[in-house]
């Protein structure tokens, strides 16, 4: 009989505001890399804010969208030149962020690297998220299903009360809730960590 587990959670691409929202409420989690990666699913993608609005980064599956192979056995996809666009959307998109020269660097190597496979490269990021806002989370892998039900925040229709912050084209359009969380560090920097909590 599969259950909810409260700290077992997908390990996603950055991960979304609510995913991190939920995730500081947690000293110890479980990622679980074990099962295929779902149609809609923040595991290959991220939602920026750029001077054109909202904008969907994702990464081409090895094998297609399709695939029922198992997410961390899915291999790191060098065909594509995706690492290249994603990051220099990120740079458009934040270059006049507050605290965009603090992180940019970092990330620049993190995207240089090549991984084997998907799963290394989210974990990376996470890691280093986890770093950067000096969270004392400590985690583990699932590489075998135990059929947990993992929550899947691409899809999930919850509504929360985003608290606004500042955002790089607040000029331009009325504040973009529930983004990538590295569109709150790239705005509020280490005051990341109080928003979330």
Known sequence: MTHFQENIFELPYSGSVSFWIDLVKHQDVVFDVSKSIPKKSFQNRMHIATANGFLNLSIPLSGGRDSKIAYHQIEWNQIENWKTKHLNALKCAYAKGPFFEYYIDELEVIYAKDYL????????LV????????LNISFEL????HQEITKNYFLDKEEKNFEIYP???RNKYDFISNLSILDLLFN???RSVDYLK
């Open 127 to 134: 890691e280093w998220i986890l770093k950067k806002m000096q």
């Open 188 to 190: 509020c920097g280490k």
């Open 117 to 124: 496979f998907l799963y290394e490269f989210n974990l990376n």
């Open 142 to 145: 699932h590489f075998e299903n």
């Open 167 to 169: 955002q790089v084209f």
